[in-house]
């Protein structure tokens, strides 16, 4: 198993050398290139329809907030005042009052909020921005994981009730589950945050919780947050509802972020580079000429280009490398490297044979497709490689999850770097106390979420930590 550091290592060599970023002259500011791009985009037009579906709608909010609106909330600025940045000057004129940049935009939102939402037929209101924000990561920043600039949506809408908003809460959650374990074959556990790891000023915070088995870390992936009414009672969003009495509303806010394909990197890449799943990868099928001494390049290269336009034209994402100036072999590893899910190789054998050689990414595993089946062949193998990506990472992520019902236990899970499920008495001051106990170079263990699904809690049952009556089953571990 490696080390934080290794792991972190290896990661960022993978994303440089698949082209996914390239570093820029900022630290923790990372150039994201086409490759990259495209898993957004195709990330994104999963996303959006599924949000317009719920009647969400899109908007745009400025960048820069003033420090009167951020300060509004205390407990939500107390939570992002470190990664703050701020600007100070304009040209050489230092500014009279310094403005900040987005870490979140619920302050810069909610005051229009309280603008437009006056009577019940107002709501619901539900808004949803594509976006960057700004935090100043001053630790260890690593590509997609924790930058100080990053990519992502973020939803923000107001209810005239609870109830509806904890409907949308976990209507949101699962489409984070089913982007993650559909799209990018990571499986995820969806749960509850503690109230110490909970969204600073909300009411309660659900998230979806990935786990790295290479480095026994946890990430969380994304989160749907309950705000309950304490932005609305300090933004005054207010409305008058159907008895014409004045009410406040019940807010959401949720977002998931370029992390999520850091998530999937680290995941599934191994030694010779990205290993991406077809669904996301800008191009699912790479087609290489493999020229053998005296035998017709020319044909073998239309033929090339012929297998490309039959399975583009088949909506399937295919391009063909006919560069001459590199070998078959440096071509295999570069595209390996880049983690194109199939490879298709067409030599003069194949031609004879009229057939070609398909190689999944995944495995590694060869086979000969006949050229009148291979519209349907390369369409199974790329389903093939979706579903055998998540059932490895699956495989691989639940033999990492130990069940601890003491300290010891616990303890010597922490040490095989474990995703650890054990019994809680949900106390604030146990967690801290856990966090306290378990700090090293490393980090320190903390609570990832308790799962929406609870395992059966036998009578009886005592915290791990405290030997108090449990409440619940918690998934412990260090974390990104």
């Known amino acids: 198993m490696e080390t934080l550091g290794n792991g972190i290592l290896r990661c960022m060599r993978v994303v440089t050398n698949g082209e996914m970023i390239e570093y820029y002259e900022i630290s923790g500011c990372y150039i994201l290139r086409p490759w990259t791009m495209a898993i957004w985009e195709i990330m994104q037009n999963f996303f959006d329809p599924e949000i317009k579906t719920m009647n969400i709608k899109t908007c745009y909010f400025p960048l820069f907030v003033s420090n009167n609106v951020l300060q509004k909330e205390k407990d939500h600025i107390e939570g992002f005042a470190p990664e703050v940045a701020w600007v100070t000057r304009s040209g050489d004129s230092d500014l009279e009052v310094p403005i900040a940049i987005r870490p979140t935009s ?19 209101l539900r808004l949803n921005q594509w976006c960057n924000v700004v935090r100043w990561e001053f630790s260890n920043p690593t590509p997609f994981i ?5 990519l992502w949506q973020e939803g923000h809408t107001a209810f005239a009730t609870k109830e509806e908003a904890d409907t949308e809460v976990l209507e949101i959650l699962e489409l984070y589950r089913r982007l ?6 990571v499986p995820v556990v969806k749960g509850r945050k503690s109230e110490l790891e909970k969204f600073a000023g909300g009411l309660y915070t659900t998230s979806v919780e990935a786990f790295i ?10 989160t749907s947050h309950c705000l309950g009414q304490n932005f609305a009672k300090m933004f005054e969003i207010n409305f008058e509802d159907e008895k014409g009495e004045k009410a406040m509303v019940w807010q959401n806010s949720w977002a998931y972020s370029t992390r999520t394909i850091g998530v999937m990197v680290m995941v599934h890449g191994d030694d010779k580079g990205l290993v991406l799943p077809p669904k996301v990868s800008a191009v699912q099928v790479i087609v290489v000429h493999v020229p053998y001494k005296d035998a017709d390049v020319k044909e073998i290269i239309n033929a090339c280009s012929a297998t490309v336009k039959t399975l583009c034209d088949a909506g399937i994402r295919a391009e063909a490398d ?8 440096w071509k295999y590893s570069h595209w390996e490297m880049k983690g194109v899910p199939l490879r298709i190789e067409i030599g003069p054998k194949d031609l004879a044979n009229k057939q070609a050689r398909a190689v999944r990414r995944d495995n590694g595993a060869k086979v000969d497709i006949p050229m009148a089946d291979l519209v349907d062949s390369v369409k199974g193998m790329l389903d093939t490689i979706q579903q055998n990506m998540f059932d490895v990472a699956k495989e691989k992520r639940d033999a990492c999850i130990q069940v601890t019902k003491t300290w010891d236990e616990f303890i010597e899970a922490l040490g095989q770097k474990k995703l650890i499920l054990a019994p809680w008495c949900d106390e604030e001051e ?9 700090k090293g170079e490393t980090g320190a263990a903390k609570t990832l979420c308790s799962p929406l699904e609870q395992p ?22 260090r974390s990104y």
């Open 456 to 477: 059966e809690l036998p009578e009886g049952t005592l915290c791990f930590a405290s030997g108090k009556p449990a409440k619940k089953w918690t998934y412990w571990g």
């Open 430 to 438: 146990v967690e801290k106390e856990v966090k306290a106990k378990t």
């Open 180 to 185: 993650y374990e559909e799209y990018l074959a």
């Open 213 to 222: 088995p290479n480095t026994g870390r946890g990430v969380q992936g994304a």
């Open 322 to 329: 006919l560069r001459e100036n590199y070998s078959p072999g």
């Open 146 to 150: 924790r930058s100080r600039e990053f």
């Open 106 to 124: 619920e302050t810069v939102m909610y005051p229009y909020f309280s603008k437009w939402i006056r009577g019940h037929r107002d709501l619901p």
